[in-house]
């Protein structure tokens, strides 16, 4: 039963692939793409976002959650990225891989789930934020789990993790994915 549990979804292993073959090693990590499949399977009828698509694993995870009703488009910057991470998604025509700026994302808004790992995040956070539709989930990963309040990474403060945790417009939280990384997991509030 375990093993069934932790079964790796077979576009996670395609994307994991082509990932390898490009010599790509900023993927997701297993721990977040069952984050991302419990969060995509919560909205079945929603609209997914990703921005940061690399070469589809996080995207391939959020997939393996997603409902016949939903949809889900991801965004890349590097042409050869996307294009590659297209392929994978290509017999699924609830997939859309964009090439360019994240916020090519907005045309596309307001999301039920967006994982905000590529663009946006650190230069536009509160852009990010409005592109949530009320009760909409985002989820945002590579965090270094602080033990302090506000938050710290090494001695400064983690202003970026303080914003989405303090936002009024949401209801945030810290989850650790690891004993060494965590992601913040937010709603927008109705």
Known sequence: MLMAERAVP???????????????????IPEVGRLLKLTAASKP???????????????????????????LVTVERDEELARRAAG???????????TGDWRLL???????VFFCDG??????????????APGGLLVLDDFTPSPHWPPRHGDEVDELRLFYLTHPALDATEVLTTPSTSAVVAVRRP
């Open 88 to 98: 994978v998604f290509a017999d699924d025509d609830r997939v859309t891989v964009l």
């Open 106 to 112: 907005e045309r596309h808004a307001p999301f039920d």
């Open 45 to 71: 009828h929603g609209v997914v976002a990703e921005s940061g698509t690399g070469t589809g694993v996080g995207t391939a995870w959020l997939h393996s959650g997603l409902g016949a009703g939903a949809r």
């Open 10 to 28: 077979s576009r996670v292993v395609a994307a994991e692939r082509v990932a390898s073959e490009l010599g790509f090693t900023w993927s997701c």
């Open 119 to 132: 663009g946006g995040k650190r230069e536009d956070p509160e852009r990010v934020v409005g592109l949530l």
